[in-house]
């Protein structure tokens, strides 16, 4: 059971932002937290309307506790010279829930596809160095439901096992709403349905 992975790396607000020159070329490098990919085009094109006379914005996202979506985009630079390098760097920090935009204003020289690799992979690298990067714990809710009598053992668990309550309804019946971490859920889980009277069931 210890071998689940339940925790992932991510940042809570947007990073400062890091500037790379390279022969007259200007890459600005951002990093933004993010849940969803409609946040990500806001983010998009509020750099767009900032940096409006740039030439390339260029970027590469990671989504989900489990990194399981990315993307990553050229935005016309050379395929896999701009995106790719970012998304590297997604993966070097071994961070989710991120998104990471490199600016290029060009400055008259080209740099060649290994400038190029090389400033925008520097670029996104800025970035998230600049960013305050946390470590979050991957969680499962419960639905616990039991009658005022078994408050008690209930109450017992939750501080024994020290779980985090996040809702609850006292009317008739009581109902709690308890989060887990991932790798302990199976355990908990078992401890309260093998509880008289108390029923719990995934959120």
């Not at 500037?19 to 767009?48: C, M, N, Q, W």
């Not at 400038?115 to 960013?131: F, V």
């Not at 709403?177 to 029923?199: E, G, P």
Request: some cysteine.
């Amino acid at each position: 059971m210890d071998s689940i992975k339940d925790t992932y790396k991510t940042i809570t607000k947007p990073s400062e932002e890091a500037l790379f020159k390279d022969r007259g070329s200007k890459f600005y490098g951002y990093a933004f937290p993010v849940t969803t990919e409609e946040e990500i085009k806001e983010y998009i094109e509020g750099l767009k309307k900032t940096h409006f006379n740039a030439r390339h914005w260029c970027y590469a996202w990671q989504l989900g506790n489990d990194y399981s979506k990315y993307r990553a985009n050229d935005d016309g630079e050379p395929s896999n010279s701009a995106g790719m390098p970012i998304y590297g760097q997604l993966q070097s920090f071994d961070v989710t829930n991120i998104l990471v935009v490199v600016v290029r204003y060009f400055g008259g020289t080209k740099l060649g596809v290994g400038g190029l690799i090389q400033a925008y992979k520097t670029g996104a690298q800025w970035a998230l160095e600049n960013s305050n990067i946390i470590e979050k714990t991957i969680d499962v809710d419960f639905k616990l439901q039991f009658e005022y009598p078994e408050m008690n053992i209930v109450m017992r668990i939750v501080k024994d096992q020290n779980l985090n309550i996040t809702g609850q309804k006292l009317e008739l019946k009581c109902e709690y709403i308890i989060s887990v971490r991932k790798k302990d859920a199976d355990r908990i889980y078992n401890l309260f349905d093998n509880t008289y009277k108390v029923t719990i069931k995934k959120v």
